[in-house]
């Protein structure tokens, strides 16, 4: 079996990816935009809110080591999925919790991740399935962003270590063994 993508959006790109790119399994997360009308669209473009693009992440996956459903339930476990159009202080359609199948197996899986999620959370899950979608990677410097320019950065700091928490809490047995993301 070959390697696999999941695309997600579960608000700022940079906090997503801190979290999957601990997980074993995990070949590569990309940070970009997707679920838009605009081509090409730049940061400032989304930003703005007028693309209709989502931050998202890329992750590929070799699902012989971590599976979609496995993936979809940290996805639910590290972002609040009860925000309609935000996470936090970041408000608007471009921060919103999605979920982008790349095919029908996996549009199963993800209507599965939001029954087992509404259980968690009482019901209250937003995160919508959408179609999937034209895929843009973000400009070069959002890429591993927590790695480099995100340790420096307030809004990082506040926001990824308590997600990276949550993680290795409720995932332990889904952590890469060597080199984890820094808290």
């Known amino acids: 079996m070959g390697h696999e993508t999941a695309v997600l959006a579960g608000g700022c790109f940079w906090c997503t990816e801190a979290v999957f790119l601990d997980i074993a399994g995990v070949d590569k997360v990309e940070s970009g935009y997707t679920g838009g009308q605009t081509v090409n669209p730049t940061y400032k473009q989304v930003c703005?809110?007028?693309?209709?693009?989502?931050?998202?992440?890329?992750?590929?996956?070799?699902?012989?080591?971590?599976?979609?459903?496995?993936?979809?339930?940290?996805?639910?476990?590290?972002?609040?999925?009860?925000?309609?159009?935000?996470?936090?202080?970041?408000?608007?359609?471009q921060y919103r919790s999605a979920i982008f199948p790349q095919d029908e197996a996996q549009e199963a899986e993800a209507r599965a991740a939001i029954e087992r999620a509404n259980a968690d959370w009482g019901g209250n899950i937003v995160t919508t399935i959408e179609p999937k979608a034209e895929w843009y990677p973000a400009e070069d410097y959002h890429q591993d962003y927590w790695a480099g320019e995100g340790q420096r950065n307030p809004y990082c700091m506040a926001v990824i270590p308590p997600k990276l928490a949550k993680l290795r809490k409720s995932f332990s047995s889904k952590i890469r063994e060597a080199d984890p993301q820094p808290l």
């Open 48 to 93: 703005g809110g007028d693309t209709g693009h989502a931050e998202a992440i890329r992750v590929t996956f070799d699902p012989a080591l971590v599976s979609y459903a496995d993936l979809l339930d940290i996805f639910f476990a590290t972002h609040d999925p009860t925000q309609l159009n935000r996470q936090g202080n970041d408000i608007g359609t």
